[in-house]
């Protein structure tokens, strides 16, 4: 009950994702000026705890279970979190990738996951080099957070450390 | 080879519309997998996919004898089955000769358009789900289990793969209907039930392959999920890291189809309402078909809330290609009425039929869990940071474990991946359809669906079904063996009818064997018999075979009697 009440709470204050654009970072189109958003604060209330600590349980099926653990602090929280904060922002055509990369916060270290959230200069250095050489932003985009993430701190030593 | 040992916490249902087993007492069918669901009816509270078989064929306007119950006598021998610690009953049927056990499979067709859910193929349900068709030697209740091994294999219920297999098995259907037809002239009336049980086979091949289509048209479906209907073809240097991947990708496929299935059994949500996308109505989601139309749908455990449009092409599709099948047979089930107003005839294997695709909003919005609170609608957003807090665990022989810190990463990354570009594709174009048709990319290096052409090794052979055929055909043959008694007249010799009445007279067998061995006789020689005697006979009465086929074997047996007593009668005195 407490649990429900405290969601309940959130929502009506606006704090949780409602239904359509807050949420998801808005996904409508057209040529009406668009603000970018932050994403959302997610109230993890609704799903069940494991164990005492912060862990809750997302779903479980005969083979398999995903659990979420919200302390979790490494270069791919990190990593998401800037991901987040670029997605989030992004809203064509008046807020682009590369504006969203210019006015996200900066990272002051090279362990991202100890800071507030934020995307190292490398990546949109990064970024900036791809766009330029050719690539679409959305590409670019992809290139360099996901599939060869080199610029982001941690994140190749993450995949590749058994 | 490892034995993933069967834990089964939630009964997981298929993502598909919803598919039910209900044992005799209304109870949910356990094990909800494998053995016992062959043994049980899939009857009963939201058996979506039997539902829209049955509004289709009322609206193609096929006879109402089309949705009896069909009864079919299966001779087997008295092997058993672990169900759940239980020996039971064989359904798998053995060479009539070696009869000793007679057991009998109750069906409507409307319920096998659920077969996809339960069971790899006809020939699998034929086998009564006791043999493993992954071929890896796993236990057939946890081969059957949805969440371990069907699911991650399931991609073919989603575009385009499920247009190629919907492809295959209407032709499959057509084919057999096609053998109906001139099988229903040749008996000319006087064995009715011999036509009819080859038309409700090619109608079973027909509901099955109509899952496919039932599926298209579920909103959450519109998309090309990742993965193959082959564990073969998922990345990994072992079988388990295979199976790891194809478990992980289709977890995460359901959360893009719709997680209600999933979500709404956890204890702990029993009191929200999971009105997931992109099963759940809601206003951002739609879908685009070939032809330009845009409009909203949904999906599984809502079709009693499908649009209008949905419904519209659904029927069109669906309706079109159940009556090819039952048109191309000699409808001796009944003479078609009248279709329902509106429909329109369409080729239901082409792209208007599965060409429609999710939109890129749409997509998006499955990315997300809605629920509703108290009334109050909540949406929780599946993006980078949220995918990057997930621990994902698979099961193993000691239980569930999380997955290597290697593949754990490698899970994180590609969902990060998935959720942040298809947030930026939906806000550039929120109404395209390309993150529907493969542009999601990989996940895992698990390609979207489309990308995996082969047909799994496990679906239902071609046609011919008979005696001579390769295993699988051979047990479709025996299971439908009234449906098939062409072949059966045509392959059985005199020496294979006298060694099933020696078989029948076999002093060594106990009262249920001799039976059992005495039907089964009884049931093919009857096939064959001439009442008379070589020299003479009652040409007035000649055997089923003799219409069948050119130069049938034939036992002879002097009445008075029909010929079935006679049969029975030489079969055991």
């Known amino acids: ?162 | 080879m490892n034995r993933l040992l069967l834990v089964i916490l939630l009964p997981l249902p298929a993502l598909a519309w919803d598919s039910v087993c209900y044992e005799a007492g209304g109870r949910s069918c356990s094990p909800f997998a494998g053995p016992q669901t062959a043994r049980n009816r899939w009857v009963g509270p939201s058996d979506e996919h039997r539902q829209l078989f049955e509004q289709t064929r009322a609206q193609a306007g096929l006879p109402l004898s089309v949705s009896d119950p069909q009864t079919l006598t299966v001779f087997t021998t008295s092997a058993t089955v672990d169900i759940g610690g239980t020996p039971a009953p064989t359904l798998q049927p053995a060479a009539f000769e070696q009869t000793t056990r007679a057991q009998t499979r109750t069906f409507t067709v409307g319920e096998l358009a659920q077969l996809p859910d339960f069971s790899y193929a006809l020939w699998d349900w034929a086998s009564g789900h006791e043999t493993c068709p992954l071929a890896d030697g796993t236990d057939a209740t946890l081969c059957h289990d949805f969440a371990s091994h069907m699911g991650p294999v399931n991609s073919n219920h989603f575009v385009p793969q499920s247009q190629r297999l919907y492809a295959r098995v209407h032709a499959l259907a057509l084919a057999r209907a096609a053998e109906c037809r001139p099988l229903a002239t040749a008996v000319q009336g006087r064995f009715p039930e011999v036509s009819r049980a080859c038309e409700v086979e090619a109608l079973a091949l027909e509901a099955m392959g109509q899952h496919f289509l039932q599926d298209a048209w579920s909103m959450g479906h519109m998309w090309q999920r990742w993965g193959s209907s082959t564990l073969e073809d998922f990345p990994g240097a072992t079988v388990e890291e295979k199976r790891d991947k194809a478990v992980l990708s289709a977890l995460v496929s359901g959360f893009v189809h719709g997680a209600r299935g999933v979500l709404q059994a956890l204890p702990t949500w029993t009191t929200y309402d999971v009105n997931d996308a992109m099963c759940a109505p809601h206003d951002d989601v739609r879908f685009v078909a070939k032809d330009g139309l845009v409009s909203h749908a949904v999906g599984d455990l809502y079709v009693a809330q499908m649009t209008a449009a949905q419904k519209q092409r659904f029927f069109d599709c669906a309706t079109s290609g159940l009556l090819q099948v039952y048109q191309a047979t000699g409808m001796s089930l009944g003479a078609l009425g009248q279709p329902a107003q509106g429909l329109s005839s369409v080729d239901p294997t082409s792209d208007h039929c599965f060409g429609q695709r999710a939109t890129n909003e749409a997509i998006v919005r499955g990315m997300a869990i809605q629920l509703k609170v108290i009334g109050l609608q909540t949406t929780i957003p599946l993006d980078a940071r949220f995918a990057s807090w997930m621990v994902p665990q698979v099961a193993r022989a000691s239980g569930k474990v999380p997955v290597a810190k290697k593949t754990k990463n490698e899970f994180r990354l590609s969902l990060e991946r998935v959720t942040t570009m298809a947030r930026l594709t939906a806000k550039d174009d929120p109404q395209g359809t390309s993150l529907a048709e493969g542009g999601l990319g990989d996940f895992m290096g698990v390609s979207p669906n489309g990308a995996y052409a082969s047909p799994a090794a496990y679906e239902d052979p071609p046609l011919p079904w008979g005696p001579g055929g390769p295993p699988r055909a051979v047990t479709l043959a025996r299971v439908f063996h009234v449906a098939h008694a062409k072949e059966w007249c045509a392959a059985t010799t005199t020496a294979q009818l006298d060694a099933l009445k020696a078989h029948a007279q076999d002093p060594l067998l106990d009262a249920t064997s001799k039976t059992a061995a005495c039907a089964a006789c009884t049931e093919l020689a009857v096939r064959h018999l001439r009442v008379g005697t070589a020299a003479s006979w009652d040409t007035n009465n000649e055997p089923l075979c003799q219409a069948l086929v050119p130069t049938p074997a034939y036992v002879y047996a002097p009445g008075p009697g029909t010929p079935r007593a006679l049969a029975q009668q030489w079969c055991c005195p």
């Open chain 1, 1 to 162: 009950m407490k649990r429900v009440l405290s969601v309940l709470l959130c929502t009506s204050c606006g704090v949780l994702g409602g239904g359509g654009g807050g949420a998801d970072g808005g996904a409508g189109g057209g040529s009406a000026f668009r603000l970018p958003s932050l994403p959302p604060v997610l109230n993890l209330a609704v799903f069940a705890p494991v164990g005492a600590g912060a862990t809750k349980l997302l779903a479980e099926v005969s083979n398999a279970r995903v659990e979420l653990d919200p302390t979790q602090r490494d270069a791919l929280t990190a990593l998401g979190e800037c991901a987040d904060l670029l997605s989030y922002c992004y809203a064509p055509p008046n807020f682009t990738l590369a504006s969203c990369f210019a006015s996200v916060r900066g990272c002051s270290t090279m362990e991202p996951w100890t800071e507030p959230a934020c995307c190292p200069a490398t990546c949109r250095e990064a970024f900036e080099r791809e766009v330029a050489a050719g690539t679409a932003p959305n590409p670019a985009l992809e290139k360099v957070l996901f599939r060869q993430p080199d610029c982001f701190p941690g994140v190749r030593a993450a995949l590749e450390t058994p």
